[in-house]
């Protein structure tokens, strides 16, 4: 069973930082693009950050700058490292695997920018 276990969310102050890791069980990691979305509580589910299996990258605007989307195959783990956070990142974060043919989603973890 495949399971993707997101972990490193947390409550933090507007400026600070965090790192997300998404740990997937998947018998061939490197394959899948990896992407992170986020849900604020009344909107829409709303893609943060992907990057592909040989490593491009693409960023939703409002993050350009202040994160940064990694992943490390030979721990089958995508990371998120969010710096200078803004309340309006605020949100509960997923990671998803995907491939042409099969996705994946994790359970989520908050995050809460806040002073």
């Known amino acids: 069973q495949v399971q993707l276990v997101e972990s490193g969310g947390g409550l933090v102050q507007p400026g600070g930082s965090l790192r997300l890791s998404c740990a997937a069980s998947?018998?061939?990691?490197?394959?899948?693009?990896m992407t992170w979305y986020r849900q604020a509580l009344g909107k829409q589910r709303e893609l943060v950050a992907t990057?592909?299996?040989?490593?491009?990258?693409n960023y939703t605007d409002s993050v350009k700058g202040r994160f940064t989307i990694s992943r490390d195959n030979a721990e089958n783990t995508a990371y998120l490292q969010m710096n200078n956070l803004k309340p309006d990142d605020t949100a509960v974060y997923y990671c998803?695997?995907?491939?042409?043919?099969?996705?994946?989603w994790g359970q989520g973890t908050q995050v809460t920018v806040s002073s």
């Open positions: 998947l018998r061939v990691f490197s394959r899948y693009t």
């Open positions: 990057i592909t299996s040989g490593g491009s990258t």
């Open positions: 998803k695997a995907s491939t042409s043919w099969y996705y994946y």
